[in-house]
C-alpha cells in the first residue's frame, strides 16, 4: 500500500511538468499534420502493402524481406509501421501523429530522469523542454523512416540508462534485468546500443558504491549479457559488416564525424578536426572533477552514446542518442552547481535559465521543419504530375534528374499510389563531354518517341521525348561488360573517335592503355544497383565469363589508381575508359565490386 502510495504521489508531483513538456512537443510540431511522405518513406510503406503480418513474422525469424533485400533486422520498428500502416494506409498525417507523440514520450522520460537525478521539478522540466525543442531533432521527429526506428530506440536506452546508474547505486536486480531488457528492445528498433556497455562501464566506475568489491559480481552479471547480446545482435542478426578500412582511415572518419557532430553543437570549434577534439578534450577534463558522480556519468554516456553512429555515420538524427545523456549532464551539472556555491535557489535560476535557452532554440524549430515540409511538397508536386499525365500506368518511364527528397522512392511512390509498375530509367547528364549516363543497360532499345519526365529541383515537372533530350548526348550505362575495346593513343584521339558517326561506346569503349586479361564477350549478365554505404559504394556482379566492366560514374567522384576499386576486397589495376571514366577486369562468377572515391580532393 505504501509502494502504491508513493507512486500515486509521484505521478501527481511529476504531472504538471509532463503536461508542459507534451504541450511544448505538440505546439512546436503541430505543422507536421500538413507534411507528405518523402525519401524512403514510400519504400516502406510499399513493403508494408506487400508483405503484410506473414512478412513481419518471416523478417522476426529470419531476420529478412524473403525477396527484398533489406541488411538490418528491425522488428521492432518493422512491428510499429506495420500497425499505423493498418489504421492510416497512405494517409499521411497519422504518420506525423505518432513521430509526435513518440518525441513527447522521449522528451517526458527526459523530463522525469532529470527530476529523479536533481530532486527538482523546475529542472526536470527545463531538461524536458529544452530536449523537446532543440531544433537538430527535427530530422528525426519530421522525417517518418527515421523517426519510427530513431525515437523508440533513444527512448529505450533513456530508461537503460537511469537504470544502470540505479543499478550501480544500489544493486536491485529489478534495475539490472530492466537494463538488459531495454537494451534488447532498442535493438529491434535500431543499433544505437552497440556502444551502451560503455555507458554501463560508467555507472559503475562512477557510482558512490564504486569500491566495494562484492558489487563488481553482480556488476558483471549484467554487462556480460549485455556484451553477449550485442555480439549475437551484429554476427546473428544484422547482415551489414563493420567497415574494412587501414587503421589510419578508421581513425580519420571518426576523428572527421566526431568532430562535424561537436561543431553542430557547437558552431564556434574551428574547421580543424583534431584542433576542435583537443578543445573538447580540454573542456571536459575540468568539468569531469567538478562535476557530481552522477553527472560524471551523463558526461561519460554522451560520449558512449557517440558510437556507433555519430562516430561512423554522422548525420543530423543521430544527434538525437546523444543529446539524451547531454541534456541530463548538463540539468545535473546544474544542480550540483548551485549546491556547490550554496546557491539558496540556484536550483530555480538554473531551471528558469535552461528553460527559456528551450524557448530560445524553439524559434528555429519552424525553419527547421520546413525544410522537410519542402520535400514532401516537392514529392507531392512530382506524383500529382504523373498521375494528372497518366505515367504511372505506361510500360516504360524514363526520369531526368529526380530530386534528392526522391532519389530513394520514385519507383515505389509510383506503385504505392498509381497501381502500375512501369520500367523505370534514371538518367544524369556530365556535361564534359556531352554524356548521358543511365542506371539500367537497355535504355536505348526504348523507342524514340518513350516520354522522359524531367524533375530538375526547383523546377515544374515536365516531359519531353527521349530524342529531344538526348540530342547530341553520347549514352553510356552507369555500370556495364564489354568484351571488346578500341586502343586510343591521347586525348585528342580520344575526342576524335567520341564524334566518329556509328562508334557505339557502350560495346566498343575507348581505353588509353591495353588490359592485362584477355576479354571475351560478355553474353548475359547480372549487375546489382548502387549501394552507398559509409565510404564506399558496393554492388555485385555476375558473369560466365572474363570481361572488362565499364565504371561511368559522375565525374565529382575521383576513382584514381591507387587502389580505390576492389574486387572481393583486393585492389585491382584500374583503366581510363571513355575519357572521364574507368574499367576493371571482371574474373568469371560473382564477385562484390567496391568504389572508394575521393571526393573534393580530400
Known amino acids: 500500500m505504501a509502494g502504491g502510495q508513493t507512486w500515486t504521489r509521484r505521478a501527481r508531483h511529476a504531472s504538471p511538468v509532463v503536461l508542459v513538456v507534451v504541450a511544448a512537443v505538440c505546439a512546436a510540431y503541430a505543422s507536421l499534420l500538413g507534411h507528405w511522405f518523402y525519401s524512403d518513406d514510400f519504400v516502406h510503406l510499399q513493403n508494408n502493402r506487400d508483405l503484410g503480418w506473414q512478412g513481419f513474422l518471416r523478417f522476426l525469424v529470419f531476420a529478412d524481406y524473403g525477396d527484398r533485400t533489406w541488411v538490418y ?31 513527447a ?38 522525417w517518418i523512416s527515421a523517426t519510427y526506428n ?98 589510419y582511415g578508421l581513425w580519420s572518419a571518426l576523428a572527421h564525424h566526431a568532430a562535424g557532430f561537436l561543431r553542430g553543437m557547437v558552431p564556434l570549434l574551428p ?13 571536459a577534463v575540468p568539468l569531469l572533477l567538478l562535476a557530481s558522480p552522477m553527472a560524471r556519468f551523463f558526461l561519460l554516456w554522451t560520449a558512449a552514446a557517440c558510437v556507433p553512429y555519430v562516430a561512423l555515420s554522422y548525420g543530423e538524427r543521430f544527434a538525437y542518442f546523444v543529446h539524451v545523456p547531454a541534456v541530463l549532464f548538463v540539468t545535473r551539472f546544474s544542480a550540483d552547481l548551485a549546491q556547490r556555491w550554496r546557491w539558496r535557489h540556484g536550483a530555480a535560476v538554473a531551471g528558469v535559465l535552461w528553460s527559456g535557452v528551450a524557448v530560445v532554440a524553439a524559434l528555429q524549430v ?62 544524369q547528364v556530365v556535361p564534359r563531354p556531352p554524356f548521358l549516363l543511365y542506371l539500367n543497360r537497355d535504355f536505348t532499345t526504348m523507342p524514340a518517341a518513350t516520354p522522359v519526365l524531367q524533375l530538375a529541383t526547383g523546377d515544374a515537372p515536365r516531359l519531353v521525348d527521349k530524342a529531344t533530350l538526348v540530342g547530341d548526348l553520347l549514352p553510356l550505362p552507369i555500370l556495364s561488360l564489354v568484351g571488346d575495346y578500341e586502343l586510343v593513343a591521347d586525348e585528342a584521339a580520344a575526342q576524335a573517335a567520341l564524334r566518329t558517326p556509328g562508334h557505339d561506346l557502350r560495346t566498343r569503349p575507348l581505353l588509353f592503355e591495353r588490359p592485362a586479361c584477355e576479354l571475351e564477350p560478355p553474353g548475359d549478365y547480372w549487375i546489382e544497383s548502387p549501394v552507398p554505404e559509409r565510404n564506399e559504394t558496393a554492388f555485385d556482379v555476375d558473369c560466365a565469363r572474363r570481361t572488362l566492366l565499364l565504371i561511368a560514374f559522375p565525374v565529382a567522384v575521383d576513382l584514381d589508381r591507387r587502389g580505390r576499386i576492389l574486387v572481393d576486397g583486393e585492389p585491382v589495376r584500374v583503366l581510363r575508359a571513355n575519357v572521364l571514366f574507368h574499367a576493371i577486369c571482371m574474373p ?15
Open 366 to 427: 519552424p525553419s527547421s521543419l520546413d525544410v522537410h515540409r519542402r520535400k514532401g511538397e516537392e514529392c507531392r508536386r512530382v506524383w500529382e504530375f504523373v498521375d494528372e499525365h497518366g505515367l504511372a500506368t505506361r510500360p516504360e518511364l524514363i526520369v531526368d534528374a529526380v530530386p534528392m527528397s526522391l532519389e530513394n522512392g520514385f519507383e515505389a511512390m509510383v506503385e504505392l499510389f498509381g497501381g502500375g509498375r512501369p520500367r523505370v530509367v534514371h538518367l
Open 271 to 283: 574547421a580543424n578536426d583534431l584542433v576542435a577534439l583537443g578543445i573538447v578534450a580540454a573542456l
Open 105 to 142: 514520450v522521449a522528451a517526458v522520460t527526459v523530463a522525469l530522469i532529470g527530476m529523479r537525478a536533481t530532486d527538482s521539478r523546475l529542472l526536470g522540466l527545463a531538461a524536458g523542454l529544452l530536449f523537446a525543442l532543440m531544433p537538430s531533432h527535427c530530422e528525426a521527429v519530421a
Open 588 to 602: 568469371p562468377g560473382r564477385h562484390r565490386v567496391s568504389l572508394r572515391p575521393v571526393f573534393g580532393g580530400d
Open 73 to 103: 533486422w528491425r522488428p521492432g520498428w518493422m512491428l510499429l509501421f506495420q500497425s499505423v500502416f493498418a489504421v492510416a494506409g497512405t494517409t499521411p498525417w497519422p504518420y506525423y501523429l505518432v513521430c509526435m507523440l513518440l518525441h
Open 150 to 247: 530513431v525515437i523508440p530506440a533513444a527512448i529505450c536506452l533513456a530508461g537503460a540508462g537511469f537504470a544502470s546508474w540505479r543499478f550501480a547505486e544500489h544493486g536491485g536486480w529489478r534495475a539490472g534485468v530492466l537494463v538488459v531488457l531495454l537494451v534488447a528492445i532498442s535493438l529491434s528498433f535500431k543499433e544505437a546500443a552497440y556502444g551502451f556497455p560503455l555507458a554501463f562501464a560508467a555507472a559503475c566506475l562512477c557510482a558512490r558504491s564504486g569500491a566495494q568489491p562484492r558489487r563488481w559480481g553482480r556488476r558483471l552479471l549484467v554487462f556480460v549479457p549485455l556484451v553477449l547480446l550485442i555480439g549475437w545482435h551484429y554476427l546473428a542478426r544484422s547482415k551489414r559488416s563493420a567497415p574494412a578500412v587501414d587503421a
